[in-house]
């Protein structure tokens, strides 16, 4: 399966800044996603990263607050804008090829003081 | 409302015993992929079934897909402390756009 980083894994940041998280695929894959955990809890899909085009985000996100950048097949970025504590959550970056199962990141850590 | 109703969502056993964690639905899944999660790390494909009444064993880990496809389980013979962790289903269904939809989650906990 695909070995998939994200930089960084953790960070603490102050409330009204923002954060890039990046994923980065060591193969080219067709569908790349990223998700929202609280600890302890299951994961929620923020967006699903296309490559070239505007990123497909689920009810309750949207790109002013996420935006999100898939230049090519192997690497995405997820910003978080103006954090806010709430906002204080694991990122996951998850990658999927054609009839392939989902595989996931390790995750960032994220903080809002 | 969670497509994929998971239960229990908490288990602590001892080790030695055993454990059954269930993953229901309505919908029909083209298939259903179960993770284990562990702290700090993201989760970490176990196996993935396909068939209606599938039955696949991973060492101690047994999977079953309902015959018809709407729901699974998953037992664990003889817990050991290395099986805690969040255990998660997930499955594409035609509701889901193609798309993972996720169970809430089964945190297991095995005490020597």
């Known amino acids: 399966s695909a070995v998939i980083s994200q930089k960084p894994s953790r960070d603490i940041c102050q409330r009204g800044t923002s954060l890039t998280i990046q994923c980065q695929v060591d193969?080219?894959?067709?569908?790349m996603f990223w998700y929202r955990q609280q600890p302890g809890q299951s994961l929620t899909l923020i967006a699903t990263?296309?490559?070239?085009?505007?990123?497909?985000?689920e009810s309750g996100f949207v790109i002013d607050k996420f935006p999100i950048s898939r230049p090519n097949l192997t690497f995405s970025t997820l910003t978080v804008s103006n954090m806010s504590p709430e906002d204080s959550s694991i990122y996951l970056c998850?990658?999927?090829?054609?009839?392939?199962?989902?595989?996931f990141g390790d995750g960032t850590r994220l903080s809002i003081l | 409302t969670q497509l994929l109703e998971q239960s229990p969502q908490f288990l602590s056993i001892q080790e030695g015993e055993n454990l059954t964690v269930y993953c229901n639905s309505s919908?029909?899944?083209?298939?259903l992929q179960w993770y284990r999660q562990e702290p700090g790390e993201g989760p970490v494909l176990l196996v993935t079934v396909v068939t209606g009444g599938e039955v696949k064993k991973l060492k101690r880990l047994t999977f079953q897909f309902g015959d018809a496809r709407k729901d699974s389980s998953l037992h664990i013979t003889a817990a050991q402390p290395g099986d805690t962790g969040l255990y998660l289903c997930?499955?594409?269904?035609?509701?889901?756009?193609?798309?993972?939809?996720f169970g809430a989650g089964t945190q297991v906990v095995v005490t020597p």
């Open positions: 990263a296309n490559q070239g085009s505007e990123a497909t985000y």
């Open positions: 919908s029909v899944f083209s298939s």
């Open positions: 998850s990658v999927r090829d054609a009839n392939q199962p989902q595989h």
């Open positions: 997930a499955g594409v269904s035609a509701d889901s756009w193609g798309k993972l939809q």
């Open positions: 193969s080219q894959v067709t569908m």
